[in-house]
């Protein structure tokens, strides 16, 4: 059973950084491509961020690209997300998932077989 577990959420400023991890167990994190998501409150969860199984390949939002970095540490089985300016909008609950069975990122939620708990960021003005 692969398991995710997220960490590095908190409350900061607006302008303000935060580096959230996500640590893979089960399952060797090489040969899953993995994608951060977000749920702002009262909304549906959206993609964040992507990456393939080898770190070759990286997506992002409009609303996060150039401000946040997605990596991987295959020998730590952990995949970071790296978010700098952050914006009182980009408060949520953030996610990662991992699909099975394929090698790309991808952008939907339904493509994503693992999910993790959770962990929240909240952005003041």
């Known amino acids: 059973q692969v398991r995710l577990v997220e960490s590095g959420g908190g409350m900061v400023e607006a302008g303000g950084s935060l580096r959230l991890s996500c640590v893979v167990s089960?399952?060797?994190?090489?040969?899953?491509?993995v994608g951060w998501f977000r749920q702002p409150p009262g909304k549906e969860r959206e993609f964040v961020a992507g990456i393939n199984w080898n770190g070759g390949f990286v997506g992002y939002a409009d609303s996060v690209r150039g401000r946040f970095v997605i990596s991987r540490d295959s020998a730590k089985d952990t995949v970071y997300l790296q978010m700098d300016s952050l914006k009182p909008e980009d408060t949520a609950v953030y996610y990662c998932?991992?699909?099975?069975?394929?090698?790309?990122?991808?952008?939907?939620?339904?493509?994503?077989?693992?999910w993790g708990q959770g962990t929240q960021v909240s952005v003041s003005s």
């Open positions: 089960g399952r060797i994190l090489s040969w899953l491509p």
């Open positions: 998932a991992a699909r099975r069975e394929a090698s790309d990122w991808s952008s939907e939620v339904g493509e994503h077989t693992y």
